[in-house]
């Protein structure tokens, strides 16, 4: 199972396999003090892309496709985190404020097609 979480959100039992999927390390937020197993930077969005998407130049459907794009690229990492889940629950960590247009929802979306 893979589902999608707040960074800022308290960490639980529940959640299993803990990955960062931000590029950037969260704001307020020491390394020390984040319960996360891994930070995988392969899988988020290009700088680019991130920034289009911030800026309002690209709608959540544009960021959507492009980053599905950027995100075929990366197979052989998508299949890895893909396995993880196959066996316990992964749990993908996001800065966003949006929690319904945000890259870590196309991100799960992606990796429950592999």
Known sequence: MIQCKRVYD?????????IL???LWPRGIKKSE??????????TPSTELRKAFHS??????????????????HQDEGQRIATLAAHQT???LYGAKDREQNHALVLA??????
């Open 10 to 18: 308290d960490a639980s039992r529940e959640d299993g396999y803990r």
């Open 21 to 23: 999927v931000d590029r």
């Open 109 to 114: 979306d992606w990796l429950r097609q592999l």
């Open 56 to 73: 309002e130049v690209l709608d959540f459907a544009h960021f959507s496709e492009a980053y599905r794009a950027e995100l075929a690229h």
């Open 34 to 43: 984040l319960a996360c197993d891994e930070w995988c930077k392969i899988l």
């Open 90 to 92: 992964v749990t993908l």
